[in-house]
């Protein structure tokens, strides 16, 4: 089974000092980390609970629909090639 968990890495800042976003897609004993292109506060982060609370700022719904359709289409492809 695939598993998709979504971290900051605090080495990759920004220029507005905003940490990037980055998926660690593991299967079995195998594990891989990609940045997701999307960056975040550190204070925001935590706030929303990992993105998991409600959320009321704009530029964080876009980013957990960004992050909802990255998990769903490494799931998809997974799947693929798994069959």
Do not use: H, Y
Not at 4 to 9: A, H, P, S, T
Not at 33 to 41: P, Q, W
């Amino acid at each position: 089974m695939l598993k998709v968990i979504f971290f900051l890495k605090s080495s990759t800042v920004d220029k507005n000092g905003e940490l990037t976003i980055f998926a660690r897609l593991s299967l079995n004993k195998q594990r891989i980390s990609i940045s997701t292109g999307k960056s975040i506060s550190k204070d925001r982060w935590i706030f929303t609970n990992n993105l998991r609370n409600v959320l009321k700022l704009e530029k964080e719904k876009v980013i957990k629909s960004s992050l909802d359709l990255f998990q769903l289409n490494a799931e998809k492809k997974f799947n693929e090639l798994f069959r």
